[in-house]
């Protein structure tokens, strides 16, 4: 199959997500075989039915499982090795948010914040680098956020934890590279996918409104789809970016010059 990412196999944690699922559709339309990681069965198994109706000769396997824990995140690549033989890219998107301001944020609320954006993105890294050595390099792709940079009210905890993705790119980009190894970081400013749409109907506030009112911060004043945040990290996980480790990619619309 030809493709940007042709041969290769991924693994995609937040498979199951807005962001997760359409870098799995894509990577999947570039010739990946793919295997999407996610906490919510019900998601991942729903994404993965998608891309294999549109792509019927589609490589792609759906695995729950909650990579808080080290040994999950060791269960879902031997998963991915088992099914598809190699593992040649991780692409760690899975995340959450606390919203409220530190002086709100309880024990309960780090550890679960710090939980899953730093331990299970760190804990998906070790769980591949193996198989991503054993496969003679590959790439790894984290989910930052452009407030991994910016400073803003009210999502204190998960700027932190966004800012801690950073610390990490950069070491194990080090570390990495004598291994063929790339580390790079993706900072997207705001997306819209299901958790937003989901979040302000509950609050009585419809799509089409959000979009209207939202990301007026951006320089084009509106929000990314996922997909174009899906094509950045296709970039930093493709052989395009064979000479790029290290770096920070900012995918915001402009938001962080405006
Ligand atoms: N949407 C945005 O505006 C935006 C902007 C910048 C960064 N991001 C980041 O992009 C990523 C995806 O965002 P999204 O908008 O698609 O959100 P989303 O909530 O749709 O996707 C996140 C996915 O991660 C999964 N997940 C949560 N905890 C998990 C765990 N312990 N183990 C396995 N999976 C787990 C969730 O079930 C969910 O499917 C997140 O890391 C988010 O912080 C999003």
Known sequence: MAGRVAGKVALITGGGGGIGAATGRLFVEEGAAVALADRDGAAVEQAAAEIRADHPASQVLA?????????????????????????????????????????????????????????????????????????????????????????????????????????LTRALAVEEAPH???????L???TITPFHIKR?????????????????????????????VAQPILFLASDEASYITGIELVVDGGARIK
């Open 63 to 167: 695995l729950q499982a909650d990579l808080t824990d080290l040994a999950e995140a060791r269960r879902v690549v031997a998963a991915t090795i088992e099914r598809f033989g190699r593992l040649h890219i991780l692409a760690a998107i899975a995340g959450v948010r606390v919203y409220g301001p530190l002086v709100d944020a309880t024990p309960e609320s780090w550890a679960y914040i710090l939980g899953v954006n730093v331990l299970a993105t760190a804990y998906s890294c070790q769980a591949a680098i193996p198989a991503l050595r054993a496969a003679g390099g590959g790439s790894i792709v984290i989910m930052s956020s452009v407030y991994g940079l910016a400073g803003r009210a009210g999502m204190s905890q998960y700027d932190t934890t966004k800012a801690a993705l950073l610390g």
């Open 180 to 186: 063929g190894i790339r580390v790079n970081a993706i």
């Open 188 to 190: 997207p400013g705001p």
């Open 200 to 228: 302000m109907a509950e609050r009585g506030v419809s799509e089409a409104e959000l979009r209207a009112t939202g990301a007026s911060h951006t320089l084009f004043n509106r929000f990314a789809e996922p997909r174009e």
